[in-house]
């Protein structure tokens, strides 16, 4: 779980949001939104901590999790570690090629920007090991089960 600061710089504003998935919910946010955003911040937290910042800068709020951008916010943002985007541009490929899926279609996925349903992303996982959020929790009794009923529906 994390709490994550995602701005837009061209406004002057940014959000403190908590999600288990930050990737996933700005790649949601930057799609709807009319303004350039830019996640530029993770921090492990939980809902406390978001809560605890939410106060913390308070006087500068906004709109519901906005922010104006003050030169605190700014100077907290900056000490904290900045969000480096994973490279997934070989996984792509390879899950492209092992599932038989489009590049697209697997940056799409990799990226949060489109689910894939449940049995192609046990498929994912079991031929590159990488595991969609959608079955992070799944135990291996789970997974297995899935497989057995995408097996009878093909």
Partial sequence: MSVYFITARTAGKAKIGFATDAASRFAKMKVDSPLPLTLERVIDGDIETEQALHARFGTSRTHGEWFDITPELDAFMASQPEYVRPVRRFLG???????????SYASEILNGIRRPPLGLAVRIYREVGWRHPRITDLTEDELALLERIEAKTA
């Fill in 93 to 103: 490929r390879d899950i492209s090629d092992s599932c038989g899926i489009s590049k």
